[in-house]
């Protein structure tokens, strides 16, 4: 939880870097759903153009139905095969604009849905790490400098810093806090934070 809640500067940019390639990723993935939903529409093109061919079938034989002897019974069926083409003809623009609705919504569904929990939960951190970051940014400059922000800062390294590098900055932290030595301390967690101390 240490890690979730106080997380080195560099891991906050890592963080970023890899949100950013996350939402990247899913973009590009929901643009290439969308094309490929799209292209789709190739089949309401040749259903289309078979439409076509069945009306102008029904006309051809709209024109026989008036030879004598042959075109008793043509008549009827050319006018059917006729409606037909129509009928198709008609499924085949319908499908093309359901085609392009649904390309939209399937390629902007998968662009935002696997992006959309995980932007809900880092970006709140985010700008709570960030707001923090700021607070400890302006309570350093404030005159004289604060030493209620060393000894919180002092605190929180030895919480937050691993044992090794607290070791590095202090043989014995604890003490340290109870003898009120906090500048070393501060100054390691403010390393942590990607913080520089104004000069004095």
Known sequence: MTFLARPQQSTVRLLDVL??????????????V???VESL?????????AAGAIEETG???????????????????????????????RS??????????????????????????????????RLLWRRE??????ALRRDPPDEQLDEYLARRATAAL????LRAVSDDPWRDLRERRFRALADAELARLGIRRPPA
């Open 34 to 36: 969308a094309r490929e």
């Open 162 to 165: 691993p044992y090794a590098r």
């Open 133 to 138: 970051a700021e607070a400890i940014r302006a």
């Open 19 to 32: 949100v950013v390639l996350w939402v990247a990723l899913w973009v590009a993935v929901g643009i290439g």
């Open 92 to 125: 085949a623009a319908e499908s093309r604009e359901s085609v392009r609705s649904l390309s939209r919504l399937l390629g902007a569904s998968v662009a935002v849905m696997p992006s959309l929990l995980l932007l809900g939960i880092y970006l709140p951190l």
């Open 59 to 89: 006309t051809v034989l709209e024109t026989i139905a008036d030879v004598p002897f042959v075109g008793g019974g043509v008549q009827e069926l050319a006018e059917r095969i006729e409606q037909t083409g129509v009928s198709a003809r």
């Open 41 to 49: 529409n190739e089949l309401a093109e040749t259903l289309e153009l």
